[in-house]
């Protein structure tokens, strides 16, 4: 079974530029997660989509949104890109029901310069 | 949200050393995950272990739910096993909070 993968993995981009991620879960996983990673912060969680349905957020100002399609794939998008957006964006996916394990894509890597 | 601790920080250990990495959290959970990150940024199951004891290979795993603890144990360490340990927990069934991670290095 294919793992998550998550394109593109690195981007660069400019301060004010918006910025769409995309994640696609292991066949057969409902829930998406995502997670920023920071050397300052560590890894934070952003969202989790179940079912095309956010299910809860993070501490994340208004210019992080992601959505989830009827595929279970999920995009996240960060408007008004600021410098310190640049990260290691993470994604995971889970099944629903039994064991709530959840496996991690690559990663994106974006630099806001 | 959960507070989870993890300990030591960073480890240098001498390849064929055992090392012992701790993870301390603030609440009760139902979800509690130990990853490697690799150089590349991924994040590799090891381990997934709200309670009990799992092994796998060199690695074992101990988690005391009832003390709010779980512990990583790597036997015999060889190099390819340098990077960054993180201890993850959930009780929402939703969101992972992360420790600071334990950072190690195997030199040979």
């Known amino acids: 079974k294919a793992g998550v993968t998550q394109t593109p993995r690195y981007l660069i981009k400019t301060r004010g530029q918006q910025v769409t991620l995309s994640c696609s879960p292991i066949s057969g996983h409902r829930s998406v997660s995502w997670y920023q990673q920071t050397p300052g912060q560590g890894l934070q969680f952003l969202f989790e989509y179940f079912s095309e349905t956010q299910r809860n957020k993070g501490n994340f100002p208004g210019r992080f949104s992601g959505r989830q399609f009827s595929n279970s794939r999920s995009e996240m998008n960060v408007s008004t890109l600021e410098l310190g957006d640049s990260a290691l964006y993470l994604c995971a996916s889970s099944a629903t029901g039994g064991v709530p394990e959840q496996y991690f894509g690559p990663g994106t890597r974006l630099t806001v310069t | 949200g959960i507070q989870v601790e993890q300990s030591p920080p960073d480890l240098i250990l001498q390849e064929g050393a055992n090392s012992t990495l701790r993870c301390n959290f603030s609440d009760s959970v139902n979800n509690l995950q130990w990853f490697h990150q690799n150089p590349w940024g991924q994040l590799i199951n090891l381990f997934y272990?709200?309670?009990g004891t799992k092994q796998n290979g060199r690695l074992s795993a101990t988690t005391v739910a009832t003390e709010r603890y779980s512990l990583l144990y790597i036997s015999s360490s060889q190099t390819t096993d340098s990077g960054v340990y993180f201890c993850?927990?959930?009780?929402?069934?939703?969101?992972?909070?992360f420790g600071t991670g334990t950072s190690l290095t195997v030199i040979p």
């Open positions: 272990i709200p309670s």
């Open positions: 993850a927990v959930d009780n929402t069934g939703n969101q992972f909070y």
